[in-house]
T-cell receptor, first 116, second 111 residues
Framework: EAGVAQSPRYKIIEKRQSVAFWCNPI?????LYWYQQILGQGPKLLIQ????????DSQLPKDRFSAERLKGVDSTLKIQPAKLEDSAVYLC??????????????FGNGTRLTVT | GEDVEQSLFLSVREGDSSVINCTYT??????LYWYKQEPGAGLQLLTY?????DMKQDQRLTVLLNKKDKHLSLRIADTQTGDSAIYFC???????????FGAGTQVVVTP
C-alpha cells in the first residue's frame, strides 16, 4: 500500500511569512494527525482529525496555526505568521481508526521547516 | 513533566544485543509502541504490545513489558549498523487514539 505522502520535503521562509504543508494519508485511514518534531525531541501532537472532524486541537497555537481536512481525506496545515521557534519537522500520520488503541500510526517523511 | 521517559543515548557494538528502556506514568496505558526514525525520515513502526501481555517477540526484536513498574524495553538481537537510528517509545491510554511519545533514544552501532 502507498504510504503517507507529504509535501514539500523542505521549506525555508523568513519570520512573519506564511507557509502551508500538505498531507495525503493512507487510503481508508479515518484518523489523521499533525505532529511537530523539534530537533532532539519526540513528536508533539498539534491536531487530530477523525474523518473531517477535529478530535483534539488543544496543543495547536490557534493564533498562528490552522489545519483543515475538508473532505475527510487529505489535509493542509498552515502557519501564518511564522516565528523562529516554528522551525521543526512537521509530521503527518494516519491510522485506520481511533477508538481501538491498536491502530498504530503510520508516518510520512515530514516537512522540514526552517524559519530565518 | 514527560509522561514517557527514555535514556537519550546508547552505544553498542555490531553483533551485540541492544536494550532500549522506557518508563511511562499512566497506569491506564492500553498499547505501547516502538518506532524507529532514521535521518530525514518519518517514524517507522517496529512493534507494539498490548498492556495485558508481558512479552512479544518478532524476529530480532523482543519487547518486554513490566506493567507493575510501568517499564517497557526493546531488545535488538545481533545489532547491525542499519539499526543505528533514534528509537521512540509511545503509549496510548484513551479511546481516541491519543499517542504520547518519549524524547527518543539515539542508538549508535559501532563496528
Amino acid at each position: 500500500e502507498a504510504g503517507v505522502a507529504q509535501s514539500p520535503r523542505y521549506k525555508i521562509i523568513e519570520k512573519r511569512q506564511s507557509v502551508a504543508f500538505w498531507c495525503n494519508p493512507i487510503s481508508g485511514h479515518a484518523t489523521l494527525y499533525w505532529y511537530q518534531q523539534i530537533l532532539g525531541q519526540g513528536p508533539k501532537l498539534l491536531i487530530q482529525f477523525q474523518n473531517n472532524g477535529v478530535v483534539d486541537d488543544s496543543q495547536l497555537p490557534k493564533d498562528r496555526f490552522s489545519a483543515e481536512r475538508l473532505k475527510g481525506v487529505d489535509s493542509t496545515l498552515k502557519i501564518q505568521p511564522a516565528k523562529l521557534e516554528d522551525s521543526a519537522v512537521y509530521l503527518c500520520a494516519s491510522s485506520l481508526e481511533s477508538g481501538t488503541g491498536g491502530s498504530p500510526l503510520h508516518f510520512g517523511n515530514g516537512t522540514r521547516l526552517t524559519v530565518t | 513533566g514527560e509522561d514517557v521517559e527514555q535514556s537519550l543515548f546508547l552505544s553498542v557494538r555490531e553483533g551485540d544485543s541492544s536494550v532500549i528502556n522506557c518508563t511511562y506514568t499512566d497506569s491506564s496505558s492500553t498499547y505501547l509502541y516502538w518506532y524507529k526514525q532514521e535521518p530525514g525520515a518519518g517514524l517507522q513502526l517496529l512493534t507494539y504490545i498490548f498492556s495485558n501481555m508481558d512479552m512479544k517477540q518478532d524476529q530480532r526484536l523482543t519487547v518486554l513489558l513490566n506493567k507493575k513498574d510501568k517499564h517497557l524495553s526493546l531488545r535488538i538481537a545481533d545489532t547491525q549498523t542499519g539499526d543505528s537510528a533514534i528509537y521512540f517509545c509511545a503509549e496510548t491510554t484513551d479511546s481516541w487514539g491519543k499517542f504520547q511519545f518519549g524524547a527518543g533514544t539515539q542508538v549508535v552501532v559501532t563496528p
